[in-house]
């Protein structure tokens, strides 16, 4: 590794780590933290200059991330609500995307298969601050979960619906609709039966083992050779290692692993997750401190109709569905839940990730990276640090 990146990474750390303790302090959301120190060293230009490139995203950024998400679902749960929870992170994913594909082709006036592809990278939520304020005052648990679940699920299936889009637009793959369909279908499908499949040999394994690091590092291994595997026979990755993840979280954990391996394996991830989501969030501070440099100027107009693009699409998507869901289903969603579901659908890492890992001569790279940024600037500024007031005045809390 050439000195200067190194020492391009050791300074990412150091301001993470302040960032952390600064937002220890003052008791702010570690993520609401990150984004607002990022857009500040976007314009002091305080750092110097990181790239990380497609491949890097997609094999070391976010299988770690997912495999951590979906380790901590309740499966049992998850069975129990997989109605709503499919229905938001696959029917909802693809919706989205096309809502907003539809709106920024109107406002943004660029390709409407490139404004798509900003479609299905913003998508992704990661509502990790409002499941925190949801358990703290005592929401549903049902609510909780279908929120988390969601998450889980639409960061797979928007990050195939992505990288089916990107194809098209590199000239990887053609574009017909009963074709992509069936892609799509193929690429998830393979990468279930993936995942499945390595998850369950990883879970007998590590029931004949007992050596805490031991178990520690095939969860490593099985995190980063599954995806690797499932691309082998074009399947999906993102899906693989989501499956994965489920499989050792809720048998690996409770049925195969005593209670140090537990431990060391929670912190080793959370360590992991930490180091991932500070690294992402500086280096689109990096990246925009660039396009800041070269002088490349912003329509500021457009960054609004993104997040209005993103609202509206979200208002479309949640409120139908649970519409649809109580028609469809004796087990009916409280109507009040919709409201949390929809300002509840933050964006972060992934969607960074996404962006990120564009390539550098795609060209609307640096025009979606600043709108990227923006929008999940404002879901996690404005939508986070508002969600306690909306829960509140909905009464969510004596629904517990």
């Known amino acids: 590794m050439h000195p200067h990146i190194l020492a391009s990474i050791i300074t990412l750390l150091l301001i993470a780590c302040i960032v952390a303790i600064v937002a220890e302090w003052f008791k702010i959301t570690y993520t609401i933290a990150l984004v607002l120190v990022g ?3 976007a314009y002091l230009h305080i750092t110097p200059e990181v790239f990380i490139s497609h491949d890097v995203i997609f094999t070391l950024i976010l299988p ?14 998850l069975k129990k609500n997989w109605k709503p929870i499919s229905m938001l992170a696959v029917l909802g994913v693809v919706l989205s995307t096309l809502l907003i594909g539809f709106l920024l082709n109107q406002f943004w006036r660029i390709e409407f298969i490139y404004a798509l ?10 509502p990790v601050s409002v499941l925190s304020i949801l358990k703290k005052i005592g929401a549903p648990q049902r609510l909780r979960v279908i929120l988390e679940g969601e998450s889980v699920f639409n960061d797979g299936t928007g990050v ?3 990288s089916i889009i990107l194809g098209i637009i590199s000239g990887a793959k053609s574009f017909h609709l009963g074709d992509t369909l069936l892609t799509f279908l193929k690429v998830t499908g393979g990468g279930t039966l993936i995942g499945g499949v390595v998850g369950f040999l990883a879970y007998k394994l590590l029931k004949k083992i007992n050596d805490h690091l031991l178990e520690v590092a095939i969860t490593v291994v099985l995190t980063f050779g599954t995806p690797l595997l499932a691309e082998h026979f074009h399947f999906s990755g993102i899906i693989a290692v989501v499956v994965a993840g489920l499989i050792i979280g809720n048998y690996g954990r409770v049925y195969s692993m005593s209670e140090k391996t537990r431990d060391t394996l929670e912190t080793f991830w959370e360590v992991i997750e930490f180091i991932i989501n500070s690294l992402l969030f500086l280096i689109v501070g990096l990246e925009l401190q660039v396009i800041r440099s070269q002088s490349i100027t912003f329509p500021w107009l457009y960054i609004v109709y993104g997040i209005l693009a993103v609202l509206v699409s979200r208002l479309f998507v949640v409120y139908p569905i649970v519409w649809i869901k109580n028609k469809i289903s004796s087990r009916d969603l409280p109507w009040s839940w919709s409201h949390v579901l929809f300002w509840g659908g933050l964006k972060g890492s992934i969607s960074i990730a996404l962006v990120v890992g564009l390539p550098p001569e795609f060209k609307y790279r640096e025009f979606f990276l600043t709108a990227a940024f923006s929008v999940v600037l404002f879901t996690l500024v404005v939508q986070g640090l508002s969600m306690r007031t909306v829960i509140r005045s909905l009464k969510l809390n004596k629904n517990a």
Do not use: K, N, S
């Not at 592809?117 to 990661?126: E, R, S, V």
């Open 117 to 126: 592809l900003f479609g299905a990278l913003i998508t992704p939520t990661d």
């Open 64 to 77: 770690p991330l997912l495999f951590h998400g979906a380790m901590h679902m309740d499966l049992e749960q």
């Open 160 to 162: 195939v619906v992505f």
């Open 39 to 41: 857009l500040i060293v």
